[in-house]
């Protein structure tokens, strides 16, 4: 795999936050930005529509797999140069629901904030990230 597709809703201000937020990280697999607004989506992504779920943010690989919720969160982090270890850490059964809260936090906040998450044990982190839920839109956890 070389290149993910994030489909994401281009009406969405968390969606819209993280795609310029990912568009500025460095990368160590090539993100493809595709809003699910685009007319040439569904040719595109044959049999996408059945993946779709409440506009939820969807991750295809050029290898044809779909991830979505927190999968697909975790590959975002996953292609990041920056953030490729926290993509396996994030796959604990106890933070992998709290994916999406993780992009939203380091994404909202300044890059000090990873050498404090480092330091925290998978349960400080599952409970920093239940408390302090980044600003996402009414959707926080299909998005």
Not at 36 to 42: G, M, N, S, T, Y
Not at 82 to 111: C, N, V
């Amino acid at each position: 795999m070389t290149t993910l597709f994030v489909l994401y809703d281009a009406q969405c201000p968390f969606c819209l936050h993280c795609r310029q937020w990912l568009d500025a990280q460095a990368t160590l697999l090539e993100l493809e930005f595709i809003p699910f607004q685009a007319p040439e989506l569904v040719e595109q992504f044959d049999g996408i529509e059945s993946f779709r779920k409440n506009d939820e943010m969807l991750v295809v690989g050029d290898d044809g797999a779909v991830y979505q919720g927190p999968g697909a969160f975790i590959m975002l982090l996953f292609a990041l140069r920056d953030y490729h270890e926290w993509a396996f850490r994030l796959t604990a059964p106890a933070l992998m629901p709290l994916a999406a809260q993780y992009l939203g936090l380091i994404s909202f906040g300044s890059k000090n904030i990873l050498k404090w998450l480092d330091r925290l044990s998978d349960s400080e982190l599952s409970e920093v990230l239940r408390s302090r839920a980044a600003p996402v839109c009414a959707d926080a956890l299909t998005h």
